[in-house]
């Protein structure tokens, strides 16, 4: 599965690229707001595509980690790096201004779903907080809802949900990178 990004509102729209040849023109009607559209599907484009699905897990190895974001429903995984302080995480919106929007089709994903935030311990260690927006559908860490005020610390590995959409988060010094 691909997908391409409408060029009017952003909205992400599916389509299984194994139907269609290289060099063939799709046209997509977009879902969320009706606009109409086409894409010649070529070589270059292909493969550009697929560079977007497969980021390079290893880019962010000496930063401050990573989020890894799978989406359930179309297997879509994505690769957001973080930042000293809050990382805002919610659906990405144009100038929605956050800075850690998700691509995705996950209508259960608030715009401003939930934040991990990182510091240093006293031991210079980097720290993972992670807390809920607050969202509609609240953030789960092993399948428990956050409590409202709750400041969870995460570590690498922890597995984290919003809306149908699961997170891990990948410390600096992770292994797995
Ligand atoms: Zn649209």
Do not use: W
């Not at 390079?56 to 930042?83: C, M, R, T």
């Not at 590995?157 to 600096?172: D, E, H, K, Y």
């Amino acid at each position: 599965m691909k997908r391409v990004r409408c060029p009017k509102c952003d909205h992400y729209i599916p389509f299984d690229e194994t139907k269609y040849t290289t060099g063939q023109k799709l046209i997509f009607q977009c879902p969320d707001c009706g606009k109409e559209f086409g894409i010649r599907l070529g070589v270059s484009k292909l493969r550009n595509a697929q560079k977007d699905e497969n980021p390079d897990e290893n880019a962010n190895e000496k930063g401050f980690g990573s989020i890894v974001v799978i989406e359930n429903v179309f297997h879509y995984k994505q690769v957001i790096p973080l930042q000293l302080g809050d990382n805002v995480i919610g659906r990405y919106m144009k100038g929605s201004g956050i800075n850690c929007p998700i691509e995705t089709v996950d209508p259960s994903i608030d715009m401003n779903h939930c934040v991990i935030n990182v510091s240093y311990d006293k031991n210079k260690k980097l720290k993972y907080v992670l807390r809920d927006g607050p969202s509609y559908t609240g953030t789960f860490v092993d399948n428990e809802i956050l409590g409202d005020r709750e400041r969870r610390v995460i570590e690498d590995g922890t597995l984290f949900t919003i809306g149908a959409t699961s997170v891990i988060l990948r410390s600096a010094d992770s292994k797995e990178a």
